[in-house]
């Protein structure tokens, strides 16, 4: 079926060359920091994770959050989902794929990856999170693409397949509660030291994942023949809400916990993270945007009035994605690292050539999305046209 992704109108191969392009930049400072070192980042002793893993953090639960697709289709019969299902577990593959580029990034040498496979230490989380991220990506190839074909040929899916994709089902929150648990397990680092973590984390996966599948699904029905369906788009926006209402919850729980208990470890985080200590404010205008755009998007999200007006959803779900990016994929990792435990500030902030790593690791991953969805809307096209001989109606 890959050959589909061969035979494209001038807008869909002038994207590809697009994302080549970043691909290739990313590549080249990727050789730049090879030869250096991680020096070259704006990372340092007190803040050893930054960009790369907050990317790895939040793409983790990007992938988790195909489950909200695939669960309600294959075991509640949704059958609303039956043509965006396909994409959800796409989008899981092409996430998975990305979080393993930037933790690959993030080692420095390259060949610190075979310590993982050579010497295996079942008591470490790390080892645990690749176990997961492995067979998390494995399932969904299997499944998706099966079932594609099948569907193409126009014949049921083997029995043999459900078992996979019950196993993936229940696979797919645990690649975002082992990701958690590297947080959470760090006596040191007072902002992620909670328990609600993972139930944290899983809140905003399925509140930024189905938000992410509404930007696509409305790009599909305004520039393909394909149409996701508005039912389907319209629950994934309700449960985009309800889950960005719970992550709102339990960030507002770990503040009035942080300030009443007037620990000073657990409030000083998230003092630099809204106002900054000491005059550093680096982080503010990032967490404050983040905050704004949570507050803009909720309501529309909730008011079924305005979520259903097709522009103001897709920029809820636009908002809702990059609220949810800016607090997971950079402040939560770099809040955590300041002040450090001597109480002491050293900001942290990417540099270009990290930047545009990280940008080629992006690229890698939409690179890979966009063949899979090429084969996959070329098909569901094929077979909406085989069956009915005319395009198809929008719901």
């Given at each position: ?141 299997l499944c998706g693409w099966y079932v594609l074909g099948a569907e193409r040929k126009g014949v049921p899916p083997a029995p043999w397949i459900k078992p996979f994709i019950i196993i993936a089902i229940c696979w797919a929150p645990s690649i975002h509660i082992v990701t958690a648990f590297l947080y959470q397990g760090l006596p040191g680092r007072h902002y992620w030291l909670t328990a609600i973590m993972a ?197």
């Amino acid at each position: 079926m890959l050959e589909l992704a061969l035979k494209g109108s001038r807008k869909y191969w002038s994207w590809v060359i697009f994302l080549l392009a970043i691909i290739g930049a990313g590549f080249i400072s990727y050789l730049y920091q090879f030869r250096v070192g991680l020096g070259i980042t704006g990372m340092s002793r007190d803040v050893s994770w930054g960009l790369y893993i907050g990317q790895f953090t939040y793409l983790v639960g990007v992938a988790a959050s195909a489950v909200t697709i695939v669960l309600p289709y294959y075991l509640h019969n949704y059958k609303k989902y039956g043509r965006i299902s396909i994409l959800g577990e796409f989008v899981a593959v092409s996430s998975v794929v990305m979080c393993m580029l930037f933790i690959f990034v993030d080692l420095g040498q390259p060949l610190r990856v075979l310590n993982v496979l050579l010497h295996p230490t079942p008591n470490s989380v790390m080892f645990f999170d690749m176990v997961v991220l492995s067979g998390y990506l494995f399932l969904n190839i299997l499944c998706g693409w099966y079932v594609l074909g099948a569907e193409r040929k126009g014949v049921p899916p083997a029995p043999w397949i459900k078992p996979f994709i019950i196993i993936a089902i229940c696979w797919a929150p645990s690649i975002h509660i082992v990701t958690a648990f590297l947080y959470q397990g760090l006596p040191g680092r007072h902002y992620w030291l909670t328990a609600i973590m993972a139930a944290k984390f899983l809140s905003s996966a399925f509140a930024s994942g189905p938000a992410l599948l509404i930007v696509i699904s409305l790009i599909l029905r305004k520039f393909t023949r394909f149409d996701p369906g508005w039912e389907a788009i319209q629950t994934m926006a309700k449960t985009s809400a309800y889950f960005l209402i719970a992550t709102v919850a339990f960030y507002l729980f770990e503040v009035f916990t942080s300030f009443y208990s007037s620990i000073p470890g657990h409030m000083y985080p998230i003092k630099y993270l809204f106002t900054g200590i000491e005059g550093h404010t680096r982080l503010v205008p990032i967490m404050w945007l983040s905050t704004v755009l949570v507050g803009v998007a909720l309501p529309i999200l909730i008011i079924p009035k305005a979520r259903g007006n097709e522009r103001a959803l897709g920029f809820a779900a636009a908002a809702t994605f990059i609220a949810l990016w800016l607090e997971k994929g950079i402040s939560l990792v770099v809040g955590g690292f300041v002040p450090n435990p001597f109480e002491r500030v050293f900001e942290y902030w990417p540099t270009l050539p990290e930047v545009l790593i990280a940008l080629g690791v992006w690229g890698i991953g939409f690179f890979i999305l966009t063949i899979l969805y090429k084969v996959a809307i070329s098909v569901k096209e094929e077979v909406i046209f085989d069956k009915y001989g005319e395009k198809q109606v929008k719901a």
